[in-house]
């Protein structure tokens, strides 16, 4: 399982720097606030499932400096929140997601995003970001909602419906207004991430809908 924890990290730093080395990860640690706090978030997601052996120290340990770094940075992400590996916080400061969201592998979040659940409505629930998403500033994704692999949301963007693979969405109200997606935009991928047939394996085990490139022309700005 330390082993399952060293590869998320690896893949965490590898973001940031390209490498996994000794002083790539002490390079992203000092440098990156986004890389520090995903490094206590992630050794508290470990630790809080060994609290009732010695690991209750260590998770003591992590869990004051997760919550130190919480508020200096203005991170507001569980260690509880089913996040893949890759994640890279850009620039720190109002970032809010909910602990009930999903997020795939080597996801890009910029400051003052918004990942939020509705507690009423057709679209209860939280959202869930596949593989490789972009996330730009002060974006706001909320409802139990997809948004498909390799998809950008655009900076201020207000996202509430089902997203299609590799779209590019903008506005408030969000809309696509291309298929380019993410390319060129999530950099630094240490290896290859789960598949879309994959996702839609975990999806339909979760209750999460199907989204494919096919219902780009029915995804509109409804509410």
Known sequence: MASTLWQTLQADVYRYRGQTNTRAFLSAYIREPGFRF??????VAFYSKRKKSLSIFPYIYNRILLHHYRFKYGLDISPTTDIGPGLYIGHFGGVVISPHAILGANINIA?????????????????TLQDRVWVGAN???????TIGHDALIAPGAYVNFDVPSSAVIIGNPGKVVSTS?????????MD??????????????????NVDAERLKTTTDKS
Do not use: C, D, H
């Open 38 to 43: 995903t490094y206590y978030m992630r050794k």
């Open 139 to 145: 974006a706001i994704i909320v409802g139990k909602i």
């Open 192 to 209: 290859t991430p789960p598949t879309a047939e994959l996702w839609n394996l975990r999806g339909a085990a979760q209750g999460v809908p």
């Open 111 to 127: 400051q003052g995003v918004t990942i939020g659940a509705t507690s009423r409505g057709l679209r209860k629930g939280a959202p």
């Open 181 to 189: 997606g993410s390319f060129g935009y999530v950099n630094n991928i």
